[in-house]
């Protein structure tokens, strides 16, 4: 019997394997906080992994390293930055048209400025100077979907984030980075109202603490409005309210209480100007609360983002992104850290086969102060032309 499973499990099996290889030229800051510097940059990741299906569900494993080369190397280090990512997914189908999806993910190694900015998101302006980092994260969420058309799902989540640099410090002089550990858990309702309307119901109950001693609960319900205008356009809005209390604080990170209102508006587009063309487009703005690890203190964030991308015959896609996102207080942070952030890109992609791609284009990004402040003073400048080439198949195991 057991070697009938075995079999069963080898017929359903797929080993997939990808890589990717980017050539970059332009200038970056080495390290957050240092003047920006003519550079180049050649990173490869490849991966490897098992996806196994079943009739109720699948599960895939997968493992990669990236290995980025630099010319010029930072502090005379020949050797490449080696970062490592691995990941486990699983979705199980259950009955009444409910399902089970859980993830698992870890990444560490060796990070420079452009990696750094990729890892800790798009919402942290001030950058740590950081030379590697850690990175361990799960979820677990239960979906069902048949209930007079409600659609429920409840989420638990947890990360941890935290700098393997020697003594947990900056290497150099700068700004260090908090290790920080989240636990969230959230309720979402979605409840179809018409063919074009759909309402949102959300609460999120969330507890982060940082080594610095800050250590914050934090509640946000909220509620969301889903609106087809037209054929080609949708509406989202979306608001709510953070409440969040500072179990334990060191002195002088603010307010033990805070109440921040927060929200998203965007509208999205897809047009048909032409045959076998597609264009797709999106402009939006929100204000979002988070518990910042670097200037260790809580921030309402504000961003304004648009995007356009036109694909014609699914093979050729040329697209443009602008973000602006900046702090929302009223005053600058004591120091004068960044608080402001601006980034760009131009991707064109050209997909060869099923298999294969090749994509060209540019990126820009820059830091300063809070929009407020006497000068924005723009001073960690990212310009990049890139060219990347994108390769993946997978086959059965039997």
Do not use: K
Not at 4 to 20: D, H, N, P, T, Y
Not at 68 to 83: D, I, K, N
Request: charged residues 15%; contains cysteine; hydrophobic residues 40%.
């Amino acid at each position: 019997m057991g070697h009938l499973a075995c079999a069963l499990l080898l017929a359903i099996a797929e080993l997939q394997v990808g890589a990717r290889a980017e050539l970059r030229g332009g200038e970056a800051p080495p390290l957050a906080g240092q003047a920006p510097e003519s550079a180049a940059r050649s990173t490869v990741q490849p991966e490897a992994g098992l996806a196994v299906r079943s009739h109720a569900g699948q599960t895939r494993l997968h493992y990669g390293p990236r290995l980025t080369y630099r010319a010029p190397s930072h502090m005379g280090a020949e050797q490449p930055l080696v970062m490592h990512f691995l990941g486990a997914e699983h979705e199980q189908r259950l009955e009444r048209g409910a399902r089970v999806l859980g993830e698992v993910s870890t990444s560490f190694g060796d990070v420079d400025y452009t990696g750094l900015s990729q890892t800790l998101g798009p919402s942290q302006s001030t950058l740590p100077t950081l030379t590697r980092l850690l990175t361990l994260g799960g979820s677990t969420a239960l979906e069902v979907r048949e209930l007079r058309r409600w659609i429920l799902v409840s989420r638990l989540g947890a990360t941890h984030q935290r700098p393997l640099d020697e003594s947990g410090a900056a290497p150099v002089a700068g700004v260090a980075l908090s290790q920080s550990t989240l636990v969230d858990l959230s309720q979402t309702a979605r409840h179809a109202l018409s063919r074009r309307d759909e309402l949102t119901l959300a609460a999120g109950l969330s507890d982060q603490r940082l080594s610095s001693g800050l250590h914050v609960l934090a509640v946000e319900p909220g509620a969301g409005w889903h609106r087809r205008l037209t054929r080609t356009h949708t509406l989202e809005l979306r608001g709510g309210v953070v409440l969040a209390h500072a179990i334990a604080h060191p002195a002088g990170t603010g307010a033990p209480t805070v109440a921040s209102p927060v929200g998203h508006a965007g509208l999205v587009s897809r047009m048909r100007p032409a045959r076998g063309l597609v264009v797709d487009s999106e402009v939006s703005a929100a204000a979002t609360w988070f518990l910042d690890p670097v200037l260790v203190t809580s921030l309402t964030r504000g961003t304004v983002s648009a995007s356009i991308s036109a694909t014609f015959r699914r093979a050729l896609t040329v697209a443009a992104s602008a973000q602006l996102a900046t702090s929302l207080s009223l005053t600058p942070q004591p120091g004068h850290p960044d608080e402001t952030l601006v980034r760009a890109e131009i991707p064109v992609r050209y997909r060869v086969s099923p298999r294969f791609s090749v994509e060209v284009g540019g990126r820009y990004s820059d830091r300063g102060q809070h929009l407020l402040a006497s000068a924005v003073n723009l001073h960690q400048r990212e310009l990049w032309l890139y060219l990347q080439l994108v390769a993946g198949t997978h086959a059965r195991v039997y």
